[in-house]
């Protein structure tokens, strides 16, 4: 990564609450579209599992539950080629922890990785061995996640240029 003055600054996942208010105030104002009667998913989107999801997110999804297992993570900012870019960074277990990044496609976050980077880094406590651990760094790609909106066109189509340093 090209990192500007090597500025790399602890990050912590921590939503305004007026953001999640206007959220559950912008779920509760959908304006719900029509489905073909006898139709589900042939014609789009199936309209009573839409409202069912819809309605989860409303009233049952546990933002602050979600957050606080998401920053048991060690999370970052830094500035990668004058982009600020988000990336959690978790170190090996084992006696030499080999560096490994993983990187998500587009639309999707770090959070898809969630599950797989404890046993990247203590692969020990899976029923692997200590010493095929991993430092593991997940960054956010450019407009993603906790990351920074491109500033300019053609950042989204140069992210190996970005990782590689």
Same mark, same amino acid.
């Given at each position: 990564m090209? +990192? @500007?003055? %090597? *500025?790399?600054? /602890?990050?912590?996942i921590d939503v305004a609450p007026e953001v999640l208010t206007d959220l559950k105030q912008r779920l509760k104002s959908t304006r719900w579209s029509y489905q073909v009667q006898g139709t589900h998913w042939e014609a789009g989107t199936d309209l009573s599992y839409l409202r069912e999801l819809v309605g989860y997110w409303q009233d049952t999804y546990d933002w602050r539950a979600h957050e606080a297992a998401l920053n048991r993570f060690a999370h970052f900012k830094t500035d990668v080629d004058n982009?600020? +870019?988000?990336?959690v960074h978790e170190r090996g277990k084992g006696p030499n /922890?080999? /560096? *490994?990044? *993983?990187?998500?496609?587009? /639309? %999707?976050?770090?959070?898809? =990785?969630? @599950? *797989?980077?404890p046993m990247l880094t203590d692969p020990e406590s899976f029923g692997g061995r200590a010493e095929d651990s991993f430092d593991v760094v997940v960054p956010d790609l450019p407009g993603y996640g906790f990351s920074d909106r491109p500033r300019e066109?053609?950042?989204? =189509?140069r992210v190996n240029d970005l990782w590689r340093g």
């Open positions: 090209l +990192v @500007k003055n %090597d *500025l790399i600054t /602890p990050f912590r982009i600020g +870019v988000h990336f /922890p080999f /560096p *490994l990044i *993983l990187t998500h496609g587009y /639309p %999707d976050s770090f959070y898809r =990785f969630t @599950k *797989l980077i066109i053609g950042t989204m =189509f």
